[in-house]
């Protein structure tokens, strides 16, 4: 279904929640970026973007089904019409609201990441690089006109390195410990840091959707009433 035909399925939704009926959101993640989005226990879907989604989808009187996809997968999968939303420790990017609508930030990360690689690795202007498809890290490695690879998840990506096929990787790999046994116990280290910036963390929606104003709504109700604060202090 293309994004036009999203637009106009939920114009429809939204004419029956108003008759009584219930939307579904089909919502679009990774399931392997702590603490944003993981797996608990019992294998099911848990993290801060999937409590704050919840209570997104709490406040506009929707059910959530949630989707498990690569997150190269995401942006393109809400610009085509598979997912009426995706997040997943998204952050807000130019080249994203290009293709897509992103909501206002409901968080802010570190704009410091990191190259991981043996001790020995040549400094990235000079290195092949390893990265996870899709990401804003891949985009500036593209702005950059560096030598990369995409992959489509970190632990190929990290394993690309520890293999020699690559002699960096680049993420967010900074305080991962779902992480550890894939850079510390291969021999990898954070060698080199570089900055990237970006607007926050947000949830992207195909273009001229009008969902994305309730979810902003939503989500400046839940910075003003202090859910937010609650839920960034639980899982952060």
């Not at 709504?217 to 003003?224: D, F, H, Q, T």
């Amino acid at each position: 279904m293309s994004c036009i035909a999203t637009i106009s399925a939920i114009t429809a939704s939204v004419w029956l929640a108003s008759t009584g009926g219930d939307e579904t959101l089909v919502i679009g993640t990774e399931d392997t970026f702590p603490p944003y989005i993981l797996r608990d226990e019992a294998g099911g879907l848990s993290g801060f973007d999937y409590d704050v989604m919840t209570e997104i989808c709490s406040r506009t009187h929707r059910d959530c089904q949630w989707e498990v996809a690569q997150f190269g997968e995401l942006i393109p999968g809400v610009a085509e019409g598979r997912f009426d939303v995706v997040l997943g420790g998204m952050a807000i990017t130019p080249e994203r609201r290009a293709v897509v609508d992103m909501s206002i930030p409901y968080t802010f990360g570190n704009s410091l990441e990191w190259f991981v690689g043996f001790a020995a690795a040549p400094p990235p202007e000079a290195a092949r690089i390893a990265v996870e498809a899709g990401t804003m890290h891949e985009t500036w490695l593209r702005k950059e006109k560096l030598d990369y690879r995409s992959y489509t998840s970190e632990p190929a990506v990290l394993n690309a390195v520890a293999q020699g096929a690559a002699d960096l990787a680049l993420g967010p790999f900074s305080d991962r410990r779902d992480l550890e046994t894939l850079i510390a116990g291969q021999g990898l280290e954070y060698v080199y840091s570089q900055e990237i910036p970006d607007e926050g963390t947000g949830i992207a929606v195909c273009k001229g959707n009008a969902l994305k104003a309730e979810i902003d709504s939503a989500i400046a109700a839940m910075e003003a009433d202090g859910t937010l604060d609650s839920l960034h202090d639980t899982w952060f």
